[in-house]
């Protein structure tokens, strides 16, 4: 078998490849996309497998982590069963770790294999339904904003009002390019923005959406960076009652629905979860922002066979605000591949990462890896890939 880097020329084959493992109708016009790259698996000269990686960032701390977006990873039926997958995954942390990704992230379609690399269940990607009498019920803006569509040369404008919001939630993209194409926003159906004094307050983005008797709206961003500009937003989904049977609202901010919207007891919630992985603990221990903390540290051992320059004993050291992973240390703390996500994302503590075998050794020393993280609620993304 060798695994090598993707390339034009396979397009033919990939595409079949993805007809089969995910029903894929559309043959595209290329493969290799900017801000991605990709890898194949060749079996007596014929493609076998196929495995993409795009090139993103999550914020954690407020600081973006170059990550590895792991995608359209598919196995020709006839060569399953011999490895192929597994080629392609540890090939795969060698090259993200080349490109500087010091996490990855992928969506499970099969959570054993992933979890025998490292990745685990870190975060979700979610959608709600607004039943629209739920919207009506949202309390009104005390100042309205007025509103109007969005151009071509609000777009760098709108990514940065993305960004305020974003920094703040840890595990959402940076939707940097070139992997994400700002300019696509602009052909949904519906993209109106809330200027302000210095750039934009707010915007929305959504698609008409045919079903039932009415339709529904499906708004994929609705970005407020403050309470007046969510409630304008909010205010401007109600207005569309009598035309739709009810809003579904991707959630990119989780305070516009959990803390402003009238969701009742029992709502309709569609989430997928996704799982995550330390690619390089020293470079994204380097990468990602901290809680301020007095000086301390942690010694901790890593046991990952996949990743095995990253493997052995560090000490964790929080110094003047700032933290970094030295060589050496006791291994008072054992960490398996399947924890660093977690723990690095805050999604889990060591007591639970203890209860499900992936951590080891005193709890007063691990302590330390919970005051570090910290946690400001489930780690979240708003792009599927």
């Known amino acids: 078998m060798r ?25 595209p016009q290329r493969i ?3 801000g991605s790259h990709g890898l194949v698996a060749e079996i007596d000269g014929r493609v076998a497998g196929v495995l993409g990686i795009g090139a993103y960032a999550q914020f954690y701390g407020g600081a973006a982590v170059p990550m590895g977006g792991i995608g359209g990873v598919a196995v020709d039926g006839a060569s399953r069963g011999r490895g192929v997958a597994n080629a392609l995954l540890r090939e795969a942390l060698t090259t993200m770790r080349e490109h500087g990704q010091a996490i990855s992230a992928l969506y499970p379609t099969v959570p054993t294999l992933y979890r025998k690399f490292g990745w685990e269940r870190t975060g979700v990607f979610e959608w709600v339904e607004l039943p629209m009498d739920r919207l009506l019920s949202v309390p009104r803006p005390s100042e309205p904003i007025p509103s109007r569509p969005a151009r071509e040369s609000d777009l760098a404008a709108l990514h940065d009002c993305y960004l305020e919001v974003a920094r703040t939630v840890d595990g959402l993209a940076d939707r940097r390019p070139p992997r994400i194409d ?3 926003v602009l052909e949904m159906d519906l993209v109106s923005v809330l200027p302000g004094p210095n750039g934009l307050r707010g915007y929305l983005t959504a698609t008409r959406e045919a079903g039932g008797d009415m339709g529904r709206l499906k708004v994929f961003d609705l970005i407020g960076v403050d309470v007046e500009a ?29 803390l402003l919207g009238g969701t009742p007891l029992r709502h309709s919630v569609w989430t997928s979860t996704w799982m995550q992985r330390v690619v390089d603990l020293p470079a994204a221990v380097a990468a990602r922002g901290w809680p301020r903390l007095a000086n301390t540290a942690v010694d901790v051992e890593v046991v990952d066979e996949h990743a095995p320059w990253h493997a052995g004993r560090h000490r964790l050291v929080a110094e003047d605000g700032a933290v970094r992973v030295e060589p050496g240390g006791s291994g008072a703390v054992r960490l398996h591949a399947r924890a660093l996500g977690p723990w690095f994302s805050g999604a889990q503590n060591t007591h639970a990462l203890r209860r499900a075998g992936l951590l080891e050794g005193d709890p007063a020393d691990a302590v330390v890896l919970d005051q570090l993280a910290g946690s400001a609620g489930t780690p979240r993304l708003a792009d599927f890939f």
């Open 230 to 258: 969510q409630l304008t937003l909010l205010a401007s989904l109600a207005s569309w009652a009598g035309t739709l049977e009810a809003v579904d609202l991707r959630i990119t901010d989780p305070a516009t629905v959990g």
């Open 3 to 27: 695994i090598r880097e993707l390339a034009e020329d396979d397009l033919d084959a990939v595409f079949r490849l993805r007809k089969l493992a995910f029903g894929s109708t559309e043959r």
């Open 182 to 184: 700002l300019a696509e």
């Open 32 to 34: 290799v996309r900017p």
